[in-house]
């Protein structure tokens, strides 16, 4: 079996590398990213020199180097990963939102159906579904809850998503979307809430809360997410969507109050700041038909994943350190002559 993973040089991409490594070690996989600032050919380290591994530099909006890669590989699968994925840097440049995002995803699947790929999975989330307030502790999304974006960034994903679901029922591409919850865990860019809480709280450095900090997040351990789509890509069934998330439901304020404690540091490094704008109140997953259908259930609890991932950004002080300094752009030139 020969995978496409784009994007896999971010965070859940990276780790799903390392995951299905692990897991199918007969498989073949080739790695497929751009290296934008997202990016980072330094945490692909460990499986550089694996033989059933092979990274190429390239933009999944890249037609003609789409196309060849896909003639050259003959790819059994495609796991769509590759995204701009931060929410605030949605709302001040929307642009490449949607030439990665959308065109990227129908740039991919042109090339998945020129070369008859037998499943293309798109990594989607759970931020199609727009918000739920914040009292009505007893409604979830499910993958009947309709379409609502609220930022430049879920309106790409879910804009992706419908193309997805469009090129399966015309053109019978065999797809599948997974939609998650946010992830949490080794390797994610210090610019999102749980590594910037860690770095910044690890440096004395103020925490940004947004607005009171009242918002919910529906946490998932990154390991999890790879388990679900493995199970997606070997069981799920064609056409199919899948919400994944193991009510793991915080506030962010109890998010940083519980980071700040396992690192032994005072709450008033943290500030409250203005708010997002369009910023979305609450997120929860009902992932009853992954469960029932697939059998998939979240292994990690938050309390658990949360003490690992803390540790990790503690013992991998490197990696962030050169992200937040700029170095790491400095492994691309060395590699690529350019960033
Ligand atoms: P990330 O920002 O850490 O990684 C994105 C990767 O895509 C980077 O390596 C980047 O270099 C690459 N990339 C960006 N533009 C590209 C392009 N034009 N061509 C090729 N590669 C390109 O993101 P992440 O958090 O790992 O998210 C991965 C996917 O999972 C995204 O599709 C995101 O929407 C989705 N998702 C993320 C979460 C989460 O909590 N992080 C939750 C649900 C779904
Ligand atoms: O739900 C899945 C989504 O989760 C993914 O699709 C996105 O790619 C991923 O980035 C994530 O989006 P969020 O906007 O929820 O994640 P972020 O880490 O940016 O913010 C989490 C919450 O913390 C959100 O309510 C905003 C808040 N926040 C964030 C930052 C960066 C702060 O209060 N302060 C901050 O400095």
Request: with cysteine; proline share 4%; charged share 25%.
């Amino acid at each position: 079996m020969k995978l496409l993973i784009t994007g896999a040089a971010g965070f859940i991409g990276s780790n799903f590398v390392f995951y299905m490594l692990k897991e199918h070690p007969d498989y073949e996989i080739v790695a497929y990213d751009d290296l934008t600032y997202a990016g980072n050919l330094a945490t692909l380290q460990p499986v550089l020199e694996n033989s059933h591994f092979k990274f190429v530099k390239g933009d999944v909006a890249d037609r003609r180097r789409v196309f060849s890669l896909f003639e050259n590989e003959k790819f059994d699968v495609v796991v769509n990963f590759a995204a701009e994925s931060h929410v605030d840097r949605s709302i001040e440049d929307p642009g490449v939102f949607l030439k990665t995002n959308v065109l990227g995803t129908q740039t991919l699947m042109d090339a998945a159906r020129r070369f008859k790929v037998k499943r293309f999975h798109q990594v989607g989330t759970d931020e199609v579904y727009g918000d739920l307030p914040l009292e009505r502790k007893d409604l979830f999304f499910t993958e009947q809850t309709p379409i609502t974006a609220s930022s430049p960034y879920s309106a790409s994903k879910a804009s992706a998503d419908l193309l997805v679901m469009a090129y399966c029922r015309t053109y019978q591409l065999p797809v599948t979307i997974s939609r998650c919850s946010n992830n949490y865990g080794p390797y994610q860019f210090p610019e999102k809430l749980i590594p910037l809480i860690i770095s910044r709280a690890m440096e004395d450095k103020e925490i940004p809360v947004y607005g009171k900090g009242e918002n919910v997040r529906d946490w998932l351990y990154v390991v999890d997410h790879c388990k679900a789509i493995d199970q997606i890509l070997h069981n799920g069934k064609e056409g199919s969507i899948y919400n994944v998330g193991g009510h793991n439901e915080r506030t962010n304020i109890e998010v940083v109050r519980t980071v700040l404690k396992l690192l032994g540091k005072q709450e008033n490094l943290i500030t409250f700041v203005k708010d997002r704008k369009g910023h979305d109140l609450r997120y929860a997953i009902d992932p009853s038909k992954i469960s029932n259908e697939l059998g998939w259930e979240p292994e990690t609890s938050f309390e658990e994943g949360i003490r690992h991932t803390v540790d990790w950004y503690i013992e991998n002080r490197k990696w962030w350190e050169d992200i937040i300094s700029g170095d790491y752009q400095q492994y691309y030139v060395q590699m690529y002559g350019s960033n």
